[in-house]
């Protein structure tokens, strides 16, 4: 991180790669299954209609996310929230619900069309390319709202048994 660089500024940075990590993570596998299943189907990673799936799957990775910030056995989490943490020091559920938003806005935002689907390689690139243009715009326009002093708990709480943290409401206009 750059010396000149707020606190917040760093902070929504390394959200910002913790987003685009995760969407890729979750376009690879979208893409590998699609490869496996029927490569004709890799057309419709392009189309708006994927983000209805993709959705879906980042309701449930955030939720797992949530339950790993609990439970603190899930390494990569606790390495990349800890991280989080220790720039400002806000809660777990402040950071996740940050992470969340991000999340969905830099998904809505991706132009799919642009998505190269001619091989794995290229697919990811071209998705990295669009989180890219994207993360940076969402993430600093929402730097201010990480700008505040946290007064929740160190601790993510447990929910009730078949509590989710998140559930989205959403539809796709096609």
Do not use: W
């Amino acid at each position: 991180m750059k010396e000149s660089e707020s606190k917040s500024q760093q902070l929504v940075k390394v959200i910002g790669k913790f987003v685009k990590n995760t969407i890729i993570g979750q376009e690879s596998a979208m893409f590998k299954v699609l490869y496996f299943k029927d490569k004709t189907l890799l057309q419709g990673l392009k189309e708006l209609v994927m983000l209805q799936f993709q959705l879906n799957a980042l309701e449930t990775y955030l939720n797992t996310c949530y339950d790993g910030l609990v439970t603190e056995d899930d390494p990569y989490i606790k390495e990349q929230f800890g991280a989080m943490q220790k720039i400002m020091d806000h809660s777990p559920v402040c950071l996740i619900n940050f992470v969340a938003v991000s999340c969905v806005n830099v998904y809505v935002a991706l132009n799919r069309s642009t998505f190269d689907v001619s091989s794995y390689t290229e697919y990811i690139e071209s998705v990295a390319t669009e989180c890219d243009k994207n993360i940076e715009i969402i993430t600093v326009a929402n730097a201010d709202k990480v700008n505040h002093k946290c007064e929740g708990s160190k601790k993510a709480p447990a929910l009730d048994p078949g509590q989710k943290m998140f559930t989205f409401n959403h539809s796709i206009n096609i």
